[in-house]
């Protein structure tokens, strides 16, 4: 369960550093790279998605709680980065 939890964190923290990407490129008009992303983004938070909400209500909070954290980092970093 752990090792679960641990990857659901990094995908978070991943799926916000490609968000970050993606709306920079939306900021500056990059239509390819905007429009890959977006499609990235919404397979990956859809798989992400289901996965946490398929386990029982315990193990799924811990999921919902190790996304949002990996989210939170995510943006920490992006925005430290800039």
């Known amino acids: 369960m752990i090792w679960k939890i641990m990857l659901i964190f990094i995908a978070g923290?991943?799926?916000d550093?490609?968000?970050t990407k993606y709306t920079r490129y939306?900021?500056?008009k990059k239509i390819g790279g905007a429009t890959l992303l977006s499609g990235i983004i919404t397979i990956v938070n859809f798989v992400l998605l289901t996965?946490?909400?398929q386990e029982s209500a315990n193990n799924?909070?811990?999921n919902i709680v190790a996304f949002a954290g990996g989210n939170s980092l995510g943006t920490f970093m992006?925005?430290?980065k800039a």
Request: hydrophobic content about 85%.
């Open 26 to 28: 939306v900021a500056e």
């Open 13 to 15: 923290f991943v799926v």
């Open 60 to 62: 799924g909070l811990a």
């Open 78 to 80: 992006a925005l430290k």
């Open 51 to 53: 996965l946490i909400l």
């Open 17 to 19: 550093l490609l968000v």
